[in-house]
């Protein structure tokens, strides 16, 4: 029987509901014969209250500090997910993990960057079906607001308010892109070199510049516009990529499936421009689909 991945949620407003969900969560890690050590990735102050707590036990459970995960985009943090369960888990992707996102720093600091971890959270069911894995995530209720909490609820399963991943994906990109502005710049040429000279007038640095520009074309590449138009605008690392596809994409996971080599290298599409951006916003519609690219 194919596993299922377990994807549970925690919401607490003091350091002794945070224990109350985390403290059985290890030790249902630590009983479980043949497991390998479970994983505490939250912030430092939940990492000494968990020291505290477990005294010996604490050795035997993986602690790591929640910026050193949380590093990036939400696409990043799928990576580094992927990688750790490659690495570590036990057969099938046996392992729990304890998450505690960032919400008190970049991500939920705005709502275009709560929207990404919302789809994170969401399509995360779907990434992670097929492993054994076990996550608890934790969301604190003095830095994640009550809005956050709602909407993250529903990417849960057993909260009684799951949405399916879809679904909710499909929501949150029913919302429509701001228009490009007035004097955003037309591209004719979509080669990396192209685009990389046009990136530095704007003030992105040589090495940025090349990252964006190569993520500009592996995302035209893999929605078909090898050729043609786009638009660009924005100054420094706000630089911003504006495609247009005659074709959809139609898949809510494009760009977010680890390829079977993780190594971010050219040739991987949607996921090198996803790993490379903070953003990559997908808009189907009737004629095709508009492919936007933020930098950071």
């Known amino acids: 029987m194919t596993a299922a991945f377990d994807h549970r949620m925690a919401s607490y407003g003091t ?29 430092p102050r939940n990492l000494a209250l968990l020291r505290d707590t477990l005294g010996t036990d604490a050795e035997r459970v993986t602690l790591i500090d929640h910026t050193e995960w949380y590093t990036g985009s939400a696409a990043n943090a799928v990576a580094q997910g992927a990688g750790y369960l490659a690495a570590h888990a036990g057969p099938g992707g046996r392992i729990h993990l304890l998450m505690e996102p960032v919400w008190n720093g970049r991500a939920g600091s705005s709502p275009r960057e709560t929207t990404e971890w919302i789809r994170y959270e969401a399509l995360a069911n779907l990434l992670f079906a097929p492993l054994a894995a076990t996550a608890l995530c934790a969301y604190d209720l003095r830095t994640a607001g009550p809005a956050i909490i709602d909407a993250v609820r529903r990417a849960h399963p057993g909260t009684g308010v799951y949405e399916d991943p879809v679904r909710l994906a499909a929501e949150l990109d029913a919302v429509p892109l701001a228009p490009p502005p007035p004097d955003a710049e037309l591209l004719t040429d979509l080669s990396a070199d192209a685009v990389g000279r046009r990136a530095r007038a704007r003030g992105l640095a040589a090495a940025d510049a090349e990252l964006f520009a190569t993520a500009v074309a592996e995302a035209a590449q893999a929605v078909g516009q090898r050729s043609g138009t786009a638009l660009l605008w924005g100054r420094d690392t706000h630089c911003v990529c504006e495609l247009r596809s005659q074709r959809r994409v139609g898949d809510p996971l494009a ?42």
């Open 255 to 296: 760009g977010f499936v680890p390829p079977d080599a993780t190594d971010l290298e050219p040739g991987q599409g949607l996921w090198y421009a996803r790993q490379v951006c903070a953003y990559v916003d997908v808009r189907d519609d009737r004629d095709g689909a508009t492919v936007r690219l933020r930098y950071a």
């Open 15 to 43: 350091d002794g509901a945070f224990l109350t969900a985390a403290v059985p969560f290890l030790a249902e890690a630590l009983d479980a014969p043949e497991e390998p050590r479970p994983v505490a990735i939250a912030s």
